[in-house]
């Protein structure tokens, strides 16, 4: 996996959403690298690595894999996780598995849908995927740009990409070839019994102004997990990250040098 990483200290490893890559985290590697080794990486499939297999998976399982081994191979482990949108219920299901890895875990708007008890299924409306099939027709038949501009503006708010720093669509549209494969492998429900297992410090970051359906999940993972911390970024809509990198790195360092000091789970302690 490709990765960039600056700072010393306990790793801070950071996983990207859709459309995104490592790039994505660099307000995050220059605000936090001077208490932290932070490392951004860029998951199977992502730019700078495009041209993969085509025989090879795109899934979420095998991205929450593909963390373990990056973290054990990189041999700075335990790991505090931070993932974001796609990249949060990436990190949520890596830390489920694979607790002996992990330190703390932040999820910032986590993407997928929300299984209630006594609720149907959960799956996204027909609107919206009638808006994702209809993004994902626009990129393959040419009409990136456009593609690009709905399914972005879906996932923050209205205007969100004619407003975008240049170095965003052009991360943006590296990463265009991944969304239709990404259609193809929907996220799992997030339920009571699988918070359960998320056996370290857990905090939940959502943007003020972020779509009802990342606040509504960031809520109910604040009720399941009995130790979870919640917290918004005033003024921010998806990408809070980047829209006010200062009070979301201040939110992940006060998290850590709280609750991050306690050992971290082993597999012998579940």
Not at 61 to 76: K, W, Y
Not at 96 to 115: E, I, N, V
Request: charged content about 20%.
């Amino acid at each position: 996996m490709p990765y960039v990483e600056a700072g010393e200290g306990e790793l801070l490893l950071f996983v990207h959403g859709s459309l995104c890559d490592y790039r994505y985290w660099q307000p995050q590697l220059a605000g936090l690298s001077a208490r932290y080794r932070c490392v951004a990486v860029s998951l199977t499939h992502y730019w700078p690595v495009t041209d993969t297999p085509t025989d090879l998976p795109f899934s979420w399982s095998d991205h929450a894999g593909e963390l373990a081994e990056f973290i054990e191979r990189f041999g700075a482990g335990p790991a505090h996780v931070v993932g974001h949108s796609r990249g949060g219920c990436v990190a949520f299901h890596f830390a489920r598995r694979h607790s002996q890895w992990l330190r703390t875990l932040t999820l910032a708007d986590p993407g997928g849908p929300l299984q209630i008890a006594g609720r149907t299924p959960a799956k996204l409306p027909e609107t919206a995927n009638a808006l994702r099939a209809r993004a994902a027709q626009l990129i393959e038949t040419g009409e990136v740009d456009a593609g690009l501009q709905l399914f972005v503006d879906s996932v923050s708010r209205p205007g969100f990409w004619a407003k975008s720093t240049t170095a965003f669509r052009t991360m943006a549209t590296d990463n265009a070839h991944t969304l239709a494969r990404q259609f193809r492998d929907p996220l799992p429900a997030y339920t009571p019994e699988d918070a359960a297992e998320i056996r370290c410090p857990l905090l939940l970051i959502d943007g003020e102004k972020s779509p009802d359906m990342f606040r509504r999940t960031a809520t109910a993972l604040a009720t399941w997990c009995p130790d979870a911390r919640r917290e918004t970024v005033r003024g921010a809509s998806h990408g809070m990250n980047l829209a006010h990198p200062a009070a979301f790195n201040r939110y992940i360092d006060t998290f850590i040098r709280e609750v991050g000091s306690a050992p971290a789970v082993t597999a012998a302690d579940r």
